[in-house]
């Protein structure tokens, strides 16, 4: 049984919470992982990025000079690249290049993304706290008791509670603290779960954990 210790907003140590070993055998494929992460950092781009043709550039049609008689090269006309203000060579045009994601890799790649984080003991267990207001101080004496500060921190919570006060004055209390995240476990993807370093998740939420490792 793997046991994730729980906290209270205080820092204080106040239970644990048990996970059946049988839910951390999850195994993944690496280059379905190296895929799907590929996949999500693609999707997050703009691809906006546009040049003009010489089509496109608003230049007069006619020839900058006349074809002989003054020992020049020929030249057809001022939208040429090699001229200022004219067209470019091979430049970046807007494109569509989203990436789907499989379904059944998408869940198997956060499932073993968390299972790995559970068993190198880099997931804690934040017990319900009611927070009327956003507390940035509160969260910074919390991080520092655990001694996460200055670590990647992803907070996760309950996606029947996205919408809740208490949960959104937490999520604010986190906006000022670099490095912190938090997200609703149905919008975690296994981007934000690679790059984080500790996983910081609310006991409301576990259940929903459970469910999905299950």
Same mark, same amino acid.
């Given at each position: 049984m793997a046991t994730l210790k729980k906290f209270n907003l205080t820092g204080k140590e106040v239970g644990s919470h048990q996970i059946?070993?049988?839910?951390?055998?999850?195994?993944?494929?690496? !280059?379905? /992982? &190296?895929?799907?992460?590929?996949?999500?950092?693609?999707?997050a781009r703009q691809w906006s990025?546009?040049? *003009?043709?010489r089509s496109e550039v608003n230049h007069t049609?006619?020839?900058?000079?006349?074809?002989?008689g003054q020992g020049r090269s #020929? !030249?057809?006309?001022? %939208?040429?690249?090699?001229?200022?203000g004219g067209a470019v060579v091979w430049g970046p045009r807007p494109k569509d290049v989203h990436t789907r994601i499989?379904? &059944?890799? #998408?869940?198997? %790649?956060?499932?073993?993304?968390? %299972?790995? &984080?559970?068993?190198?003991?880099?997931?804690?267990?934040?017990?319900?706290e009611e927070?009327?207001?956003?507390?940035?101080? %509160? /969260?910074? &004496?919390?991080l520092e008791k655990l001694a996460l500060k200055d670590r990647r921190i992803l907070m996760i919570g309950s996606a029947a509670?996205?919408?809740?006060?208490?949960?959104?004055?937490?999520?604010?209390?986190? #906006?000022?603290?670099?490095? *912190?995240?938090?997200?609703?476990?149905? !919008?975690?993807?296994?981007y934000e779960l690679a790059r984080s370093q500790e996983i910081v998740i609310l006991e409301s939420a576990m259940e929903e954990l459970i469910s999905l490792l299950g």
């Open positions: 059946d070993d049988a839910l951390l055998e999850v195994s993944a494929h690496s !280059q379905s /992982m &190296k895929d799907y992460i590929v996949a999500i950092r693609n999707n990025a546009s040049t *003009k043709r049609g006619r020839k900058p000079h006349p074809q002989k #020929r !030249q057809g006309d001022l %939208a040429a690249p090699h001229y200022k499989n379904k &059944k890799e #998408r869940r198997a %790649a956060i499932r073993f993304l968390i %299972a790995e &984080k559970i068993k190198n003991n880099h997931v804690r267990v934040l017990q319900k927070m009327s207001e956003p507390k940035t101080k %509160a /969260m910074v &004496k919390f509670e996205a919408n809740d006060p208490s949960r959104v004055n937490l999520a604010k209390s986190l #906006r000022n603290i670099s490095k *912190k995240e938090y997200l609703p476990l149905t !919008q975690v993807n296994g």
